[in-house]
């Protein structure tokens, strides 16, 4: 179960931190890394809300060095979470990225000290809806306000600033992480020596909101949410949330990995069993996906973090002068994008790197060839892989990290 | 409700026919001519099982002509219905393709003699699931053997062979009814003077697949679905069939068409209300089409008819030779794509194309430019209109069928 009561909100104190050391297998106090912010110091929300009493979940990775300049910020994405690389305790797997990030790889723990903070809302740790209300001592649900990406990193600010770092030699994100890498860059430049913003955008587009509808529907859909409320009632809106994760997971692959994958081969049988059972592998595949989800995710967190990307609108904020989100930005920039990805088609990097050119930013863009879709970023791409340490490389030199 | 008595259920007459004239407004008898076949006719299906005592609605437009050579089969997709053109009794809408056939229209019945069934396993009156199984007396539910698109096709010659409609003169239909077309043309080649497959595929994609998963598991996931005996509990899945529907119909639209139409733009409102409310119109549109689906439409219906798309392999059935499928097939064919359908993109048509030329078919293809997406066959497409109104001129003339 989810619902934790946190024993260190700080009532006197203004931030309280526990880095108790994760527990494998899940434990209510398996998390790593937390701080606690306490009333004084209240978090301020897009929405007018104020956010009393939080907590932020993180891990870190390597070492911080002496002047503070070697921090790198990895952004997660919407079913994400703070266990980049190492096992994950809640989850008892290896960490998502654990294929870019750690000792002598891409993003290398041996010269760079790695943030990952749980995003605001999500349910690993840091205050989301699953969460105990300090205020009623019952689960937010949906008392919880409404976030948004800036609210997202806004907190994040908030952990680095007790973590002592005040610039970021860089910030790096897929998908709703790179919606992060783009607000960062864009909310603090000063903060943020280098960003790299992969697979991403600076808006969700009509055909995104809508996949992400469904989902929310099929949570909100059925009869075990409760209203948002089921944790007071011991269950759990699994069969939604299951869906939700499959019509999602659709999006995140292409249809020439699927075809490549699973083409129209059959599950465990010679021939199709005129039945609604699982026949062919790629549903066999898709009901895995959506069942092992409902084990790790909470489903109000899902709508809430959906929400969030929906919201996302960068150029709205500028008056749709994309422009002006970037005005005169001092932060080298290297944006990613993959040719099968049509979540997040190229097109999106390229309207990123035109405002960005319209600045006379520093930036480089790649169009991985890939035909593995917007999971692209999460999967082996050696040339993918190949960009980034080749971007971070260049950008360590001129930040003068030293190799390790 | 859906279910409905059969009174007509042939026990000693090999077919009963009953020609009611719909009454609109969907009371129990609204379906129009219906055709129930006796104990004596029953249906061989692809599963092996046996159809004993089966009925199939069906609609007419035009006039036989008295070499019953200007007869066109119209077969419609997954949730069409045999309504093709003027008042859809059920509904109280225009019919699903009355852009397209009507006096004068592309599909003239002035000219020609115009049949649609509703397919076998569907909800407007052909027995399906939602139909009383009348040796139990209760609803067929998931006791409906699982049916084919041969299936529905062996349904339909059995409709024409009781109108007397020896020979076609086009068998026309999109999407799943595309499929119903090149089953026709492969089955019975003798049978089809033309054909005209439209957005479709001779295969389901692992993509396509995976939606309609999603789908079902959508349905299958709502506790009022009850083991698919939510009729005997007087409930039905509505919140299920709604996400399937609301997840189907993103995928009948292009990305283009979504950002065209809807953009981020909301509704009714000037800013965001940071809420789950249906803020952004594409919410508002998509929730609004789920609703109206569950309406007509019966879930089990979906279930069975899904699956047959997702069976059908028209390869697979020719040792994965696709040109056996026409082996020196005399039928003329039009093949019909549409730029932006990403369901049934123009690969697969293109697919079929290739099969037809290496049996030297007489066949001509047509990609139309459309940035509507699969849908745009059922929509103001002039150039699909003209495309395909030329089609039938000249296969008409080559018929020597009369002008109006």
Chains 1, 2 share one sequence.
């Not at 096992?87 to 654990?98: K, L, S």
């Amino acid at each position: 179960m989810r619902v934790r009561n946190r024993a260190t909100i700080g009532e006197n104190v203004a931030i309280s931190e526990s880095a108790a050391s994760p527990a494998p297998g899940g434990t209510s106090d398996s998390f790593g890394a937390r701080l606690t912010f306490g009333p004084d110091r209240p978090l301020r929300l897009d929405s007018g809300a104020g956010l009393v009493g939080y907590t932020m979940a993180y891990q870190t990775y390597g070492r911080l060095n002496a002047d503070r300049s070697n921090a790198i910020l990895i952004c997660h994405a919407l079913t994400g979470d703070q266990y980049v690389t190492d096992a994950n305790p809640y989850t008892g797997r290896r960490g998502w990225w654990d294929l870019v990030v750690g000792p002598g790889k891409v993003i290398d723990t041996d010269r760079y000290f790695v943030i990952c903070v749980n995003v605001l809302g999500g349910c690993m740790g840091s205050t989301g809806p699953g969460e105990v209300n300090p205020a009623t001592g019952r689960p937010w649900a949906l008392t919880f306000p409404v976030i948004t990406i800036a609210d997202m990193v806004r907190a994040q600010a908030m952990v680095l600033d007790h973590l002592g770092i005040q610039q970021l030699f860089c910030v790096i994100g897929g998908s709703m992480g790179g919606m992060q890498v783009l607000q960062w860059a864009s909310a603090y430049p000063e903060r943020v020596f280098s960003a790299v913003p992969i697979a991403t955008s600076v808006r969700h587009s009509a055909q995104n909101i809508a996949f992400h509808e469904v989902g929310r529907q099929a949570i909100m859909g059925d009869r075990d949410w409760r209203d948002g409320n089921y944790l007071d009632h011991d269950v759990r809106p699994r069969a939604g949330l299951a869906v939700a994760r499959m019509a999602a997971h659709i999006t995140y692959l292409s249809e020439a990995a699927l075809r490549r994958k699973f083409g129209r081969k059959l599950q465990n049988r010679e021939r199709i069993t005129y039945g609604f059972d699982a026949d062919f592998q790629v549903e066999s595949y898709l009901r895995h996906q959506g069942s092992i989800f409902v084990e790790r995710f909470d489903a109000n967190s899902y709508l809430y973090i959906t929400r969030a990307m929906d919201y996302f609108d960068l150029a709205a904020e500028h008056d749709e002068v994309l422009s002006r989100a970037f005005r005169r930005t001092p932060v080298r920039y290297c944006v990613i994008s993959f040719t099968s990805d049509w979540l997040f088609p190229t097109r999106d990097s390229r309207e990123i790197v035109h405002a960005l050119n319209a600045e006379a930013a520093n930036v480089s863009f790649v169009e991985i060839e890939s035909d593995k879709g917007h999971d692209a970023f999460l999967l082996k791409e050696p040339e993918f892989h190949k960009t980034l340490g080749g971007f971070l490389g260049g950008a360590a030199e001129r930040r003068g990290l030293k190799k390790p």
